[in-house]
């Protein structure tokens, strides 16, 4: 079997450490692991199947010879350095916001649109981790009733917003929050109404990202509208669901069609207290739906509530998910 040269950039970040553990345990085919970061982690080690990897400051030419490049180390980043690892012959596979939305460049959760995947030129995006766990479900029940709108509120962890959102809280809980801060207030105690900046029209762009990239990836218009919520939650996003359909369906059928799609387990009997939880997803890779129930205020409705770990399906487990379809082949 061949084995292939993997790049991590960002790889001492929430994302970028989780990827090398994923590329592991899932056994990818590496030949050679090149691990790049800043500046600051230059010759800091990280354990690879047993053996311990430098981390090398990120340059250009740190690309020669790879063939996948995983980017999880910001927009700016991935904007400078994704086209220099192209150039030098590798697949990229980025998890910044940089290409999402470019109309060339092809925005893939496998589960949904994995033939997409084939038509990249050198660069493939990995959504925003909310929409991620979102359209892993949405796309089976489109297909089965046809969606006329959604309406979704998150509750998302702070390692969403990276090590440092994770620092701020445990800073809070600990030592009274003295370290610097991520977020604009307090987290720990708290829920932000807030993720990422805020455009004119009143929305962040965190739930911009949520309208825009969910209609890309169905490859369709989706009515979606959305509140991102940020919580002092140590890893998962959980979100509140509402979807309305075109065409008639019962609790029942939701449940059927989820307990079957790729990538969903249906963890749903809420008064024997089973539902999902983000301590029930941490370190999982499947996304977790339940509290699935009609809602009667509309033809045809439905309210369910949708759980992944967002640091590996929402990121690291999707972009390998990507790099072994490459290497499957259609
Ligand atoms: N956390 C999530 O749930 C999630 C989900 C989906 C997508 N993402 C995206 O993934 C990316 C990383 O997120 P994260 O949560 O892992 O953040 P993080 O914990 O803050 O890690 C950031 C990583 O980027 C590296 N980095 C920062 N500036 C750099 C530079 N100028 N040159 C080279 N490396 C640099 C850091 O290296 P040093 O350690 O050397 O500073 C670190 O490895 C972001 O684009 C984020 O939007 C995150």
Same mark, same amino acid.
């Given at each position: 079997?061949?084995?292939?040269?993997?790049?991590?950039?960002?790889?001492?970040?929430?994302?970028?450490?989780?990827?090398?553990?994923?590329?592991?345990?899932?056994?990818?085919?590496?030949?050679?692991?090149?691990?790049?970061?800043?500046?600051?982690?230059?010759?800091?080690?990280?354990?690879?199947?047993?053996?311990?990897?430098?981390?090398?400051?990120?340059?250009?030419?740190?690309?020669?010879?790879?063939?996948?490049?995983?980017?999880?180390?910001?927009?700016?980043?991935?904007?400078?350095?994704?086209?220099?690892?192209?150039?030098?012959?590798?697949?990229?596979?980025?998890?910044?916001?940089?290409?999402?939305?470019?109309?060339?460049?092809?925005?893939?959760?496998?589960?949904?649109?994995?033939?997409?995947?084939?038509?990249?030129?050198?660069?493939?995006?990995?959504?925003?981790?909310?929409? =991620?766990?979102?359209?892993?479900?949405?796309?089976?029940?489109?297909?089965?009733?046809?969606?006329?709108? %959604?309406?979704?509120?998150?509750?998302?962890?702070?390692?969403? /917003?990276?090590?440092?959102?994770?620092?701020?809280?445990?800073?809070?809980?600990?030592?009274?929050?003295?370290?610097?801060?991520?977020?604009?207030?307090?987290?720990?105690?708290?829920?932000?109404?807030?993720?990422?900046?805020?455009?004119?029209?009143?929305?962040?762009?965190?739930?911009?990202?949520?309208?825009?990239?969910?209609?890309?990836?169905?490859?369709?218009?989706?009515?979606?509208?959305?509140?991102?919520?940020?919580?002092?939650?140590?890893?998962?996003?959980?979100?509140?669901?509402? =979807?309305?359909?075109?065409?008639?369906?019962?609790?029942?059928?939701?449940?059927?069609?989820?307990?079957?799609?790729?990538?969903?387990? %249906?963890?749903?009997?809420?008064?024997?207290?089973?539902?999902?939880?983000?301590?029930? /997803?941490?370190?999982?890779?499947? %996304?977790?739906?339940?509290?699935?129930?009609?809602?009667?205020?509309?033809?045809?409705?439905?309210?369910?509530?949708?759980?992944?770990?967002?640091?590996?399906?929402?990121?690291?487990?999707?972009?390998?998910?990507?790099?072994?379809?490459?290497?499957?082949?259609?």
């Amino acid at each position: 079997m061949k084995h292939y040269n993997v790049a991590v950039v960002g790889a001492t970040g929430l994302v970028g450490r989780t990827m090398v553990k994923v590329l592991e345990e899932r056994q990818f085919p590496v030949d050679e692991l090149v691990l790049l970061a800043s500046e600051r982690s230059a010759g800091k080690e990280i354990m690879f199947n047993g053996k311990p990897v430098k981390v090398q400051k990120l340059e250009g030419d740190r690309f020669k010879g790879v063939e996948f490049a995983l980017f999880s180390a910001g927009a700016n980043v991935s904007l400078e350095y994704a086209p220099k690892a192209v150039a030098h012959g590798a697949v990229v596979i980025d998890n910044s916001s940089a290409f999402r939305m470019d109309e060339k460049i092809p925005l893939v959760v496998p589960e949904v649109n994995r033939k997409e995947i084939f038509r990249n030129t050198g660069i493939i995006a990995n959504p925003n981790c909310s929409t =991620i766990q979102l359209v892993v479900v949405l796309k089976p029940l489109h297909d089965a009733f046809g969606i006329k709108r %959604v309406v979704v509120s998150t509750y998302q962890s702070v390692t969403g /917003a990276g090590q440092k959102g994770l620092d701020q809280l445990m800073d809070e809980l600990s030592n009274g929050g003295l370290r610097e801060k991520k977020f604009p207030h307090p987290i720990a105690y708290n829920a932000l109404p807030h993720i990422d900046v805020f455009f004119d029209d009143g929305y962040s762009k965190e739930e911009w990202k949520m309208m825009k990239e969910t209609s890309k990836i169905m490859g369709e218009p989706i009515k979606l509208t959305a509140t991102t919520v940020r919580v002092p939650v140590m890893g998962g996003h959980s979100e509140s669901v509402n =979807i309305e359909f075109e065409k008639p369906c019962s609790a029942d059928e939701v449940r059927n069609i989820l307990s079957k799609a790729s990538g969903v387990i %249906v963890q749903d009997d809420p008064k024997k207290n089973v539902y999902p939880m983000p301590i029930l /997803a941490k370190d999982r890779d499947e %996304v977790f739906v339940g509290r699935i129930r009609k809602d009667d205020t509309v033809k045809s409705g439905i309210n369910l509530w949708v759980v992944a770990d967002n640091v590996r399906k929402g990121a690291a487990t999707n972009a390998v998910q990507i790099a072994e379809v490459l290497v499957k082949g259609d």
